[in-house]
């Protein structure tokens, strides 16, 4: 009975002190349903898109989005960094780091990041996402013809025609004389945009076709242009014959070259050119594209001279010579 009585006074006793430390320690007695410390969900890069920002006459700046899927527990300190890498040469060209911090909802969340490069050929864009500065996922894209990205004072809807019914640039003989002939020029131009083009300028070059002399240029105001509509410039040009010419045509916006164009005048006609074909060597007189009545080239005067040149012989004294000798023999074969 005592025996009993002290097994039970000793269960008692475990019980209380038990009851007693859970009370004094939190976390002496586990929790069976504890699995430790909670796992962060997963997350990935579901997508990357490329828009076109701001825009210089030297960079442009690429707006990187990128898409995170997260799923489960709530992920802490999560980062993106996005790279540009130039396409052509493998070199890192910028990189910037996005902190996204912690993801508590399932879905995709969307970052953006902005990159400036320079405004001209193309990048190769990689995405590393990081969490708790351990990287768990990347993605690649590539941009190509970033110089297509004009700034704004490089942007406009008017630009020369760019058809066999309605060439960009042509020409007509106004007026011909002996040595000079006046070319009427026309441009062609069209505003595709839903506005009036207005502070248009066009002007026309012409280059003789194998030395690149510009023969004329001139520039002529192009007007307002209706949104949607096609209109022609035109201009007046004095060139000297029997010569093949380029027209260039360049379309201005105060100052700011917005489109060009390019012609072809066949003013020889032993030889032709085309816009695209390859240059020859001829014949040509600068003096027919000096301006104004420069001094004529001088002609350099010889003096006539003679000369002469005997043939391989005896001269006249070894003729005087021979002469007597042949006398003296004479008259001693008479004796």
């Known amino acids: 009975m005592e025996r009993n009585a002290l097994l039970t006074a000793g269960a008692v006793g475990v019980v209380v002190v038990a009851l007693v430390a859970a ?13 430790g410390p909670v796992r962060p969900g997963p997350v990935d890069v579901a997508g990357v898109s490329i828009a076109a920002g701001q825009a210089t006459g030297e960079t442009v700046t690429l707006e990187i989005e990128t898409r995170i899927d997260h799923r489960g527990n709530p992920t802490r300190n999560v980062s993106v960094l996005v790279r540009a890498v130039d396409a052509e040469s493998g070199l890192l060209t910028t990189t910037r780091e996005l902190d996204v911090g912690t993801l508590s909802k399932d879905g995709e969340t969307a970052t953006t990041t902005n990159l400036t490069v320079p405004r001209e050929g193309g990048y190769d864009i990689e995405v590393v996402l990081y969490s708790d500065d351990e990287r768990v996922d990347e993605a690649r894209k590539s941009v190509r013809g970033v110089s297509a990205i004009k700034p704004p004072y ?13 060439p ?43 030395s690149n002399i510009v023969a004329s240029r001139t520039t002529v105001d192009a007007g307002t242009i209706a949104a949607g509509r096609t209109e022609t410039v035109g201009a007046s040009a004095s060139v000297p014959n029997d010569y093949n010419y380029y027209i260039d045509a360049v379309l201005l916006r105060d100052g700011v070259v917005i489109d060009t164009a390019r012609g072809a005048a066949n003013l020889n006609p032993t030889r032709t050119i085309s816009v695209n074909q390859t240059r020859e060597d001829v014949e040509l007189r600068v ?15 010889y003096e006539q001279t003679e000369t002469s040149s005997a043939a391989p012989g005896f001269g006249p004294i070894v003729a005087v010579v021979g002469l007597l000798a042949a006398v003296f023999v004479a008259r001693r074969w008479s004796k």
């Not at 009370?23 to 699995?35: H, K, L, M, R, S």
């Not at 003096?287 to 005067?301: K, L």
């Open 287 to 301: 003096e027919d594209f000096e301006n104004g009545d420069g001094d004529a080239p001088r002609e350099t005067a």
């Open 154 to 166: 490089l942007r406009s809807t008017t630009s020369f025609t760019d058809s066999e019914a309605l």
């Open 23 to 35: 009370a004094v320690v939190p976390g002496v007695i586990a929790d069976p349903t504890d699995d």
């Open 168 to 210: 960009p640039v042509s020409f007509a003989i106004a007026e011909a004389d002996e040595d000079r002939t006046t070319l009427d020029l026309t441009a062609t131009l069209t505003n595709a945009g839903d506005d009036p083009a207005e502070e248009l300028s066009v002007l026309f070059v012409l280059r003789q076709a194998e």
